[in-house]
């Protein structure tokens, strides 16, 4: 067999949403940054609308280093990098945004710092030499709680856990790859709270560049997914943190339950059925409302399908409450003893029915 051309040594991955006009002059910078080294670019487009696969495409008819993966129905950074890497063979694999913000001068550095030994080389905004550019207060302040809240999941001193550029073996991605949360932005903290040791890391300082064609993808469910990889990387070798979300907001529905029973049955001064009838639909309402915003944020329901969700999720409590009660009759002794138990058991098992019913059929993928 003739060997036609050489693997790349590196691979870049770039997820890309929404960046046509950055495309060709990301690709000519890196050639220009990496001269003498042996790379391919990996694009990972979620369905772009603005024209950046044929952005791409243009480049890659004429440069085989190009290439891309497309995904349909998909969305996040963290995602799209894991399979941007899985599709390559190179030994080394480098994260880098799409919109020209990092510096791909220090690509090199990164390898030749991987070359000496280390595991993972960051491009650090917060050793000494780097620096955020002209990001706002509020945006700087939102990053260094973030950085603070990080190391909670680290069990290794790291400058900025938040950085997306950065390169790592292939063999230590890999060691982390099946641990992965793959939430939202940060998928360097995700790689290395996940690896089993704590890697070689190498922080290079860069300066963040001032995006200047296209829009930042940063709002309130970046926020929201970055609380869920935390929450994945504390507790989600447990239980899952849905079902937590799920479970307090349950809690919730209690409470509000028992003020609404104590206003029907004090101020409006119904009878203890209709107001515990009253009660409970106010409970489920809310717990939907909730649960709908929160729990399953990533599968909100909207319009028709909310009325539609609701109806669905009422009818699935009903059946909860019924198993609850039925389960607890049965366990608990003909003389009342072992009530406790019963009850806990009863909650426990519509909780987790109507967790498992409503998470395939109220909120199930589309
Ligand atoms: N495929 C894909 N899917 N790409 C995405 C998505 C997505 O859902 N969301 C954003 N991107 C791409 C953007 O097109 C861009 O190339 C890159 O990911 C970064 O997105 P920005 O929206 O520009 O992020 P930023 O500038 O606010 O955030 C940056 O700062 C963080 C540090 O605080 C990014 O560099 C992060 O990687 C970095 O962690
Ligand atoms: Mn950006």
Known sequence: ?????QTPVLCVVVPVLNEHDNVAPLIAAMDA??????WEVMFVDDDSRDGTRNAIAAVAANDPRVRMIHRIGRR??????????????APYVAAMDGD??????????????LHDGADIAIGSRYVAGGGIGDWDATRAGMSDLATRLGQIVLRTKVADPMSGFFMIRRETFNASVRQLSAIGFKIL????ASLPRPPRI?????????RQSGESKLDAGVLRDYALLLADKLVGHIVPVRFLMFASVGVLGIAAHMIVL???LKLVRLDFETAQGVATLAAIIGNFVLNNAFTFGDRRLR?????????????????????????????VNDDGRGWALAGLVGAVMSLVWNYAVSSVITWRRR
Do not use: Y
Not at 1 to 5: A, C, F, G, Q, Y
Not at 33 to 38: D, T
């Open 1 to 5: 067999m003739t060997i036609v051309s």
């Open 100 to 113: 020209l913000q990092h510096d791909e001068t220090l690509l090199p550095k990164m390898l030749a710092a």
């Open 303 to 331: 319009g028709w399908s909310f009325v539609r969700g609701l109806v669905t999720f009422g009818l699935i409590c009903g059946v909860g409450a019924a198993a609850n009660l039925s389960v607890a009759a049965v366990m």
């Open 262 to 264: 104590l206003m029907a």
């Open 33 to 38: 940054a990496l001269a003498g080294i042996v």
């Open 202 to 210: 190498v922080e290079l300082p860069f300066r963040f560049r001032t």
């Open 189 to 192: 903290l995700d790689i290395i």
């Open 76 to 89: 996040g950074l963290a995602s799209a990098f894991v399979e941007g890497a899985q599709a390559s063979f």
